[in-house]
């Protein structure tokens, strides 16, 4: 059909009619509204003078149209159209527009729907690698199933996508630093190594410079600039464990790191921005310690954003034989020893202690027990800790008398003699050695050991074969 014979007035979206250099023949009413022109102006105007492009880079033909998406209008403020141009018979071309706001606005709500489900995407996952971290690492307490550790797994999965905060409480020995390296697996920061740091252990004239570095010659000894564990775990996470152990100095500084993002360098005046995930654990009852005054209030409500209890062995009794089952195979392939199956006797001691140092008392039993076992069954003795040699203690931590009653001679044996070489320290000869705990001639000492299996000092540590004695 020839262009003259085309009315594009008739036509309700803003129309052109353009020659084969893209200047304007003719243009419609809604046309002439979108690009600010008349009916005078707008004939022969170049369609790049118009709109933000350079060149069609599609050769347009009526069967197959040139398709150009959001060209914007040269006009203030821009608009971007679709444009769709197609030639006509005489050579001429037909421009057709269509405001791409719409199309444009529902291409980035759908962009956004996308990146929803992205980050849900990303946080299942994270809820994932929670259940990897506590399933395949090597500390023994990750394995249970008991209604306890369950609320407590679901606990590190609800926190650690998160920047919270985290204040983990428990017995000694309950697995507390593992949780809180779930949790920091299980994080956007786990990409960086968490830093941890025992208060503890650390002597108080050196736990602030342990945290926040030392400038040189800050104090005695200080001969370079050291940066402190916030420094090192910056975009990280770093792990307070004993954290009631801090002195009070400390904790200031601890509370100016949460509040305000900055630490100081003992002997330094610069304030350093860091940014520290902070997860805190302690065996005490802060909130006690806070009512005696041996710890700040306020550090204890920054540190107390959310809480996480790990459960005493003893209250998760039902995870203790797969714990035992767990344990025994992993030192049995590290001794390369045959995995036995576990005795019956055993494991009704084992349910029926009280396990005051909770599973980490629990491993040095199985790989005792798995070290000195003769077979054919895996024979676990319990042996006293510290905790029951005091009377207090003694109701809730000692071996049950029933259970006592129900080893055999030879086993009460064992267990006298494993326990009098572990204190101490598996010598047999000498005045504070087993023999004389046992008030018994060290060379029958080592033909029961022989006689009972339990291996002699010289084949647990080369480096402490008893002396041979003289003639």
Not at 24 to 43: C, E, H, K, R, W
Not at 132 to 154: C, K, N, Q, R
Not at 244 to 260: D, G, I, T, Y
Not at 261 to 281: L, S
């Amino acid at each position: 059909m020839p262009s003259a014979e085309i009315t594009i007035q008739s036509l309700p979206l803003p129309t052109l009619m353009l020659d084969a250099d893209l200047r304007i023949l003719a243009a419609n009413d809604p046309a002439l509204a979108i690009l600010s022109l008349t009916a005078n102006s707008a004939p022969s105007r170049p369609l790049v003078e118009l709109f933000d492009i350079a060149e069609i880079a599609i050769e347009p033909t009526a069967e197959s149209p040139a398709h150009l998406r959001s060209i914007p209008t040269r006009t203030h403020p821009p608009t971007p159209f679709d444009i769709a141009i197609a030639r006509l018979e005489d050579n001429s071309l037909l421009a057709i527009f269509l405001d791409a706001s719409p199309r444009t606005t529902l291409e980035a709500e759908v962009r956004k729907l996308h990146d929803q489900i992205a980050e849900l995407r990303k946080s299942t996952s994270r809820l994932t690698e929670v259940s990897s971290a506590l399933t395949s690492a090597e500390p023994p307490s990750i394995v249970g199933s008991s209604a306890p550790f369950l609320h407590m797994l679901d606990q590190v999965a609800r926190v650690a996508p998160t920047e919270a905060t985290v204040l983990i409480q428990g017995e000694t020995g309950s697995g507390k630093e593992l949780v809180a390296r779930a949790v920091h697996a299980a994080s956007p920061r786990a990409r960086r190594a968490i830093i941890a740091v025992n208060c503890a252990s650390l002597p108080e004239s050196l736990i602030e410079s342990e945290l926040f570095g030392h400038e040189r010659g800050a104090f005695t000894g200080a001969d370079q600039r050291r940066l402190g564990k916030f420094e090192l775990a910056d975009n990280s996470t770093v792990f307070l464990d004993e954290i009631a152990e801090l002195s009070p100095q400390a904790q200031a500084k601890l509370l100016r790191v949460l509040q305000e993002g900055t630490i100081q360098r003992v002997g330094g005046t610069e304030d350093i921005a860091v940014d520290v995930r902070v997860i805190a654990a302690t065996h005490r009852d802060l909130a006690q310690r806070v009512q005696k005054r041996l710890f700040r209030e306020d550090l204890f409500y920054r540190l107390n954003v959310f809480r996480i209890d790990v459960p005493a062995l003893r209250d998760r009794r039902e995870d203790i034989r797969p714990l035992v089952e767990y344990l025994h195979e992993k030192h049995a392939r590290r001794m390369a020893k045959p995995v036995l199956p576990i005795a019956d006797r055993s494991m009704r001691r084992l349910l029926a202690y009280q396990w005051p140092g909770n599973v980490r008392e629990l491993e040095n039993t199985v790989e005792r027990a798995t070290l000195l076992s003769p077979g054919p069954e895996l024979e676990i003795e319990i042996l006293p800790s510290p905790a029951t040699t005091s009377a207090a203690n003694r109701s809730q931590t000692s071996v049950p008398r029933d259970v006592l009653l129900d080893l055999t001679l030879d086993q009460l044996q064992r267990l006298q003699i494993v326990h009098a070489l572990e204190t101490s320290t598996y010598k047999v000869f000498g005045p504070s050695a087993a023999a004389a705990k046992l008030d018994i001639n060290p060379r029958t000492l080592l033909s029961r050991m022989d006689k009972l299996g339990i291996p002699r000092p010289r084949e647990l540590k080369a480096s402490q074969r008893p002396p041979r004695p003289s003639d």
